[in-house]
């Protein structure tokens, strides 16, 4: 099993430009995570899909937009790239009745 | 929404030796879930230890446990026998157990193993 797996692993982005950051996993887990993580400011939450065709807003959701594709996919679109979107993003999935989320490893995007 | 506090940004350790990173947190739920995860330089994020809050006895994962005080709201990763590969950034995570989806992280605190 391959687990979680993100595209790209690194980005760099113009203001003003869009991209979509994919993220997939194959452990057949129902629920997948959009994280952003900032120097001192841990993980926080961008979106969340609690299953296939459901999605919900986290702790910062401004400025990004997501799609559930499949039960395998959860994608995070920037339409327009601003400098406070430069982070590195995690995408996370948890098997239903689990307790712990498996992480990807990461995309570090910085907008210029 | 919950919040997470590790008022430590970084600590330090001997080889050998024991350290303890704390982590409190702000909840009006009785049951949740509590984890430690562990990111290295790799920036992979590891699953180090979790603790239910309905079980009074502290997690333990062979040097890796927790002293969780529910009514303090406490909940702090020891390391024991610190080891070169113990150096990371360690962060703080709550889950509740009724709604469920949304876990809530903390700050991080960077962990440095000295030889």
Request: aromatic content about 12%; some cysteine; hydrophobic content about 30%.
């Amino acid at each position: 099993n391959a687990g979680v797996t993100q595209t790209p692993k690194f980005q760099v982005l113009k203001t003003g430009q869009s991209m979509t950051l994919q993220c997939a996993q194959d452990m057949n887990h129902n629920s997948m995570y959009w994280y952003r993580q900032d120097p001192g400011m841990g993980l926080r939450l961008i979106y969340y899909s609690a299953s296939e065709g459901t999605t919900d807003k986290g702790e910062v959701p401004n400025g990004y937009n997501v799609s559930r594709l499949n039960k395998r996919e959860f994608s995070l679109r920037l339409e327009s790239a601003a400098p406070s979107q430069t982070s590195v993003y995690f995408c996370a999935s948890r098997r239903t009745g689990a307790y712990e989320q498996y992480f990807g490893p990461g995309t570090r995007l910085t907008v210029t | 929404a919950q919040t997470v506090t590790q008022s430590q940004p970084e600590m330090s350790v001997q080889e050998a030796e024991t350290v303890t990173l704390s982590c409190t947190y702000d909840t009006s739920e009785s049951d949740y879930y509590l984890f430690w995860y562990k990111q290295p330089p790799s920036r992979q994020m590891i699953l180090v230890i979790r603790q239910e809050a309905y079980k009074q006895q502290n997690a333990t994962e062979n040097r890796f446990s927790v002293n969780f005080q529910k009514a303090a709201k406490s909940f702090s990763l020891k390391i024991s026998d610190s080891q070169l590969g113990d150096a990371a950034m360690y962060f703080c995570a709550y889950r509740s157990a009724g709604t469920g989806n949304q876990f809530y992280f903390g700050t991080g605190t960077s962990l440095t193993v000295i030889p």
